[in-house]
């Protein structure tokens, strides 16, 4: 059996635990190929591949929330969405995902993580012993 033959057994195995409708192919019956059977998308399969996420989608929220973080925890403008780079980018790294609009961003997402971020914080805060807050209120003139 060669490399080639071996390489491409794993794909198709890969490929047919991603699609849940698919088609058995003819295994090969010649002597210099394996007789192993191949499994083939079929057609509705292979456009359903290139359908946009439904925004319930897990995917869709899973990069919905990779997005939120990357602005807020790097001080990114929420315009970032709407650069012709960024676009780009992510559209090579999965064309099915949407980016969303700055306007969902800020008034959905964004709230959205605020506010399972505060349930997180007030579940810490509530089971902890103790809690210690520090401040400083002098300033120095030279600085």
Do not use: C
């Not at 060669?2 to 002597?31: I, L």
């Not at 210099?32 to 996420?53: D, G, N």
């Not at 990357?70 to 995902?97: A, H, I, M, T």
């Amino acid at each position: 059996m060669s490399v080639h033959s071996v390489e491409y057994a794993e794909a198709a195995a890969e490929r047919a635990k991603e699609d849940t409708t698919v088609t058995a192919a003819v295994p090969r019956t010649s002597s210099s190929r394996p007789t192993a059977e191949l499994i083939q998308p079929t057609v509705l399969a292979t456009f359903e591949r290139r359908k946009p996420y439904d925004n319930a989608s897990d995917r869709k929220r899973q990069i919905d929330l990779a997005l939120v973080r990357l602005v807020v925890g790097d001080l990114q403008p929420f315009s970032v969405v709407e650069d012709r780079w960024f676009k780009n980018f992510v559209k090579v790294l999965d064309s099915r995902y949407q980016l969303p609009s700055r306007r969902t961003l800020t008034r959905s997402l964004i709230p959205e993580l605020y506010t399972s971020e505060k349930a997180r914080v007030k579940n810490l805060l509530d089971s902890a012993e103790a809690v210690s807050l520090t401040t400083d209120i002098w300033t120095s003139q030279k600085t």
